[in-house]
Structure formats: C-alpha cells, structure tokens
C-alpha cells in the first residue's frame, strides 16, 4: 500500500517549468507551513540556482506558531529568504512586495521591469498569494489540487508580472510518510488514496507531536492511552459514523477527520518540526 503521488504529467509540467525559469528575475516558492519539509521539491534548488527566490511558508494560520518560528530560524540560517504568509487575509503580504520594490529599486526615476514565477505543490495556495499580492482574483482558486490547468501572466502592480502555475509534485521514493502527509494537507486527490490509512498516518503525528489534545477538545473525547485506529474509531463513533447493524464507518470517520484538519477544525497544527 502507500500513497502514490506521482502522476505522469508532472514529468512534463517538471519540462515546463524549466523553460520558465529561464524567462524571470525571481522565484516565489510557496510551501506548505504545516510540512515545509514534505512539500519542499528537492530538486528546485538546482534549478533556480543563483537566482532571486523568497520561500513563503503558506497557510501559517493553520500551522503551530511555535513551531512556524522554528521553520524560519531554521530557513534564515540557510540564508533563505523565508516569509510566513496567510493567503486569504494579509499576513506576510506587505514583506514580499516590500522585496519586489527592493528588486525593482524604487529610489531610481524609473522602476526595473520584474518578471516572477511562483511555483509549489498543488492546493498550497500559489493562485491566493497571487491574488492578495495583486489585489484582485485574476487567478482562479479552489478548495482541491489541480484548480490551475496552465501557465497564466499575471499583472501584480506596476512593472511586476507573475507567472501563476500548475501544482507540481515529485517521486521521494525514499520516504512514504512525505506521500503521507501530502495526502492529509491536500495534495494529492482525496481519489488517489486510501483515506483510512492517510488518518491513522494522521493520528500517528498527533500523537507523535502531543497534539492529542486538539483532538480530545473537538470532539469531546477523552483518548489517551489508545492506539491511533481505536482513537479512529472513537472519532467515528462519537460523529454517528455507522454502518447498517450498527459497526462503525471507519472510512467515513477517516474522512471527517481530514476534512476538519484541512478547514482547521482541530486548531494550529504542524505537521513536521525541523
Ligand atoms: N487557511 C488557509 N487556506 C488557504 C490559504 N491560501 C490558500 N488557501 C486555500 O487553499 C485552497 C487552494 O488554494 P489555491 O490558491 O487554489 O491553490 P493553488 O496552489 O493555486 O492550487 P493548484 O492551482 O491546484 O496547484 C483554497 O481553498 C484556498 O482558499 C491560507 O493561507 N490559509
Ligand atoms: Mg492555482
């Protein structure tokens, strides 16, 4: 079993997205800032080489803030330029456009021309950052993986075009628990796994991180000492998810769970520290 996320497309969005960078002054790579790890493609790198790149860490309000800091300490002691961003309201918005006034040189009579690309993994909210960069909803945004189809330009502000592009994901063979956790973030379509074990992978980290408690406060449990499909099936139990004789719908179980991670139901919760 494991989570297969690797679909044959993305070879060919991995060839586009090579002739793009050619193409801009800056990157914007927007990871996840409940798995900065996870949703980081290690092969990126390589490919931006020396050029200007921000790191945003996205969806901060749904990440342990504690361990958000953390991240960044540990991001700007690379020498990566790193941002915490909210994509639906502003935070951390203002410091990336700050960065953009600093390539354009804004003491100058005229500003430089600034070409951008941002790239990520699906869902991680690289169409919302654009939109709250430019202010408008030029870009098309939705609740699952996959929303933009296609390379678009973008007008963000004056002398500053950003191309918006499709999710990219990769083969890490090595590790499955990345699959895992791309899985319960919303990476990967909810068709493409088995939701039971992406929960139980959940309620593993949860248990791991000591965010039992989270769970405990939602649902009105009292959980400790269970092993992680018990604690499933509790969940399950308590939300009336039954199947005809009365056993109890895992699966639906699995899915409700996710479903309130993902709208941030169950509070801040990371997912990975560094
Ligand atoms: N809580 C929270 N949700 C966000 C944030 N940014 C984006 N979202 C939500 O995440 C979902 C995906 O957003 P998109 O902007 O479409 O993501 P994308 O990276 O462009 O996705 P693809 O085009 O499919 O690769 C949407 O439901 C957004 O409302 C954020 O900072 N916090
Ligand atoms: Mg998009």
Request: net charge positive; charged share 30%; glycine share 10%.
């Amino acid at each position: 079993m494991g989570v297969h996320w690797y679909p044959g497309h993305m070879a060919k969005a991995k060839r586009n997205l090579q002739k793009a960078l050619k193409l801009v002054d800056i990157v914007i790579e927007v990871l996840d800032a409940r798995i900065p790890y996870s949703s980081r493609n290690p092969d990126i790198k390589k490919l931006i080489n020396d050029k200007k790149a921000v790191v945003v860490l996205n969806k901060e309000d749904l990440a342990d803030e504690d361990v958000t800091f953390r991240w960044m300490e540990y991001l700007n002691k690379k020498r990566e330029k790193a941002v915490a961003v909210n994509s639906l309201t502003s935070k951390g918005i203002e410091q990336i456009i700050n960065y953009i006034d600093e390539i354009q040189g804004h003491d100058k009579g005229f500003k430089k021309i600034v070409k951008g690309i941002i790239i990520g993994i699906p869902n991680v909210g690289k169409s919302s950052l654009i939109n709250q960069l430019s202010k408008k909803s030029s870009a098309k945004t939705g609740n699952r993986p996959g929303i933009t189809k296609g390379e678009q330009w973008i007008n963000v502000k004056k002398g500053f075009r950003l191309l918006d592009t499709p999710g990219i994901l990769w083969p890490k063979f090595q590790s499955p628990d990345i699959g895992v956790k791309l899985a319960i973030t919303g990476a990967i379509r909810d068709e493409l796994f088995d939701a039971e074990e992406v929960a139980v992978g959940f309620i593993n980290i949860v248990l791991k991180l000591n965010y039992l408690n989270k769970l405990e406060e939602r649902y009105g449990l009292c959980l400790k000492g269970m092993e992680s499909f018990k604690i499933l099936e509790e969940v399950g139990r308590k939300r009336g998810c039954l199947l005809k004789g009365g056993c109890i719908d895992t699966l639906k179980a699995a899915g409700l769970l996710l479903k309130d991670y993902r709208m941030g139901k169950l509070g801040r919760l990371s997912l990975e520290i560094p």
